[in-house]
């Protein structure tokens, strides 16, 4: 499907069907994450792997028990390495750039995904400190999503959107 297609294909996932998602697939969606631009090319972000059941049933224990993250085969951990922007963009970089580099690193994850034929939901809701606890993630990882992929057993109908017109305003000068 052309991209315009693609974005219109895209839906939040909540249930999946108990089929395990091809390492060919995965691997074209570490891909894609790969190809995500980010502050000076430094790729400042780290994607942990998740498919242990017992693993994923914590990370829903942190995301205000959130069990769909359990019945998806594999669940992506998304972490801005703050230290890594930070060496070179200083407290911006550890701030912003870092967590601007995780959050497009997961973006492309999610269209790649869905190109794929697989279904996703971005997870923002979690306890921090418990996702770092529960992926033993390096002191200067923040996490910043999770990313939940399984082949879909859910067609939800497409979300109301506000218009472009709300989004977007001409900046005026004087």
């Not at 359990?70 to 922007?85: D, G, I, K, R």
């Not at 809701?125 to 993630?137: P, Q």
């Amino acid at each position: 499907m052309d991209f315009f297609e693609l974005m219109n294909a895209r839906r939040s996932i909540r249930a999946y069907q108990n089929r395990p998602v091809e390492e060919e697939k995965i691997s074209q969606i570490f891909d894609a994450a790969n190809r995500a631009p980010s502050a000076g090319n430094l790729q400042a972000y780290v994607i942990l792997v998740v498919r242990r059941p017992a693993i994923k049933a914590a990370l829903a224990r942190a995301s205000l028990n959130q069990e769909f993250l359990t019945q998806a085969p594999v669940v992506l951990a998304f972490f801005a390495h703050q230290q890594m922007s930070a060496a070179k963009y200083h407290q911006r970089g550890a701030e912003l750039y870092a967590i601007q580099d995780a959050t497009i690193a997961c973006a492309y994850a999610q269209l790649a995904a869905t190109q794929l034929g697989l279904g996703t939901v971005w997870v923002g809701a979690f306890d921090d400190a418990a996702v770092k606890r529960t992926l033993k993630a390096q002191a200067d990882w923040r996490p910043v999503a999770l990313l939940p992929i399984g082949y879909p057993a859910e067609t939800p109908a497409p979300t109301p959107r506000r218009s472009v017109a709300e989004l977007v305003k001409e900046a005026n000068h004087g």
